[in-house]
């Protein structure tokens, strides 16, 4: 029997999975309703976005919303925008930022989840976790996924991760804000518009 779409958010909310592993707990992070237009498919959430429960709730935040060109009250409509990260939770921190997502996660709720967005047109995926669960391994880089979009697949576009982290990234891809980020609009305007 299919569960109703309200008991599986409850169930997720609750979810206790990988508790022992998580330093500061278990909180689930994310925004999801079925008629959601556009679906964000980031890494997991960091201490801040644990901290408010809020997706998105930070720096990282700010810039995709810039990228999009959305206002934070279209963001979080959860009937506009759906924000599933790979991993509900945040994960720790290792030598070199937050750990990746924890491995439980997606298994355990993503496809259930996925199930009940049958409106979404645009998904964008942020990061190599979620690139490869909805684009499939591949021999190119984060770079070269993102320089060559829409070739893997028009309605599902790579972003790398919009963390201030990210700036030297940036700086060095000059093209990625020229030309990426106005495509990248247009598709959003597009999404919601209908």
């Not at 644990?50 to 998105?56: D, I, K, L, M, T």
């Not at 990282?60 to 506009?80: A, C, H, I």
């Not at 945040?90 to 930022?97: C, M, R």
């Amino acid at each position: 029997m299919m569960k109703t779409f309200t008991s599986l958010l409850i169930e997720v909310r609750n979810c206790r999975l990988c508790e022992a592993a998580l330093p500061l707990g278990p909180r689930p992070v994310l925004q999801i309703h079925p008629c959601a237009k556009i679906l964000i498919a980031g890494q997991a959430p960091g201490r801040k976005v644990h901290a408010s429960g809020v997706p998105f709730d930070d720096a990282s935040g700010e810039r995709l919303r810039e990228w999009m060109g959305v206002d934070r009250e279209t963001f979080y409509d959860p009937k506009q925008i759906a924000i599933l990260p790979m991993g509900f939770c945040y994960p720790g921190t290792g030598k070199s930022g937050d750990l990746p997502p924890r491995p439980e996660c997606a298994p355990a709720w993503r496809e259930s989840l996925l199930g009940w967005l049958q409106h979404v047109e645009l998904t964008l995926v942020i990061g190599k976790y979620a690139q490869e669960y909805h684009l499939g391994k591949s021999k190119h880089t984060l770079t070269e996924r993102v320089r060559t979009w829409p070739g893997e697949g028009g309605d599902v576009v790579p972003l790398p991760h919009p963390s201030p982290r990210n700036n030297i990234w940036l700086r060095r891809n000059p093209w990625f804000e020229a030309d990426r980020l106005p495509q990248l609009r247009e598709r959003v305007r597009d999404a919601l518009g209908r």
